[in-house]
Nanobody, 127 residues
Framework: QVQLEESGGGLVQPGDSLKLSCAAS????????VGWFRQAPGKEREFLAA????????NYADSLKDRFTISRDSADDTVDLQMNSLKPEDTAVYYC????????????????????WGQGTQVTVSS
């Protein structure tokens, strides 16, 4: 069973950038398809981006693909979410999720498709 940990959250001003990282226990993240989600107070968990095991296939929420980029760092075995031009409405708890798969090219966009979740990292965008 893999344990996920998000890092990189914090308080930023509108227009700033932030990079979140998702790491797994025992360097196992390369075995999983990974997704990023967020949840704001009083709202449902929202899909942001997903990436396949080999990093070759990615998918984004339509409203975010111009500002957010998901990538794999093979050296550190992390999956990162680069967020640019942050807005107050981006304020939320951000979660990474992982799903074991034999496919190196599949990704997943539904919360129900993921078996493993991190504890989340808070991102607050405020002036």
């Amino acid at each position: 069973q893999v344990q996920l940990e998000e890092s990189g959250g914090g308080l930023v001003q509108p227009g700033d950038s932030l990079k979140l990282s998702c790491a797994a226990s025992a360097g196992m993240l390369k075995r999983y398809a990974v997704g990023w989600f967020r949840q704001a107070p009083g709202k449902e968990r929202e899909f942001l981006a997903a990436i396949s095991r080999n990093g070759g296939n990615r998918n984004y929420a339509d409203s975010l693909k111009d500002r957010f980029t998901i990538s794999r760092d093979s050296a550190d075995d992390t999956v990162d979410l680069q967020m640019n031009s942050l807005k107050p409405e981006d304020t939320a708890v951000y979660y990474c999720a992982a799903q074991a798969t034999y496919s190196r090219s599949d990704y997943y966009i539904q919360t129900a498709e993921y078996d493993y979740w991190g504890q989340g990292t808070q991102v607050t965008v405020s002036s």
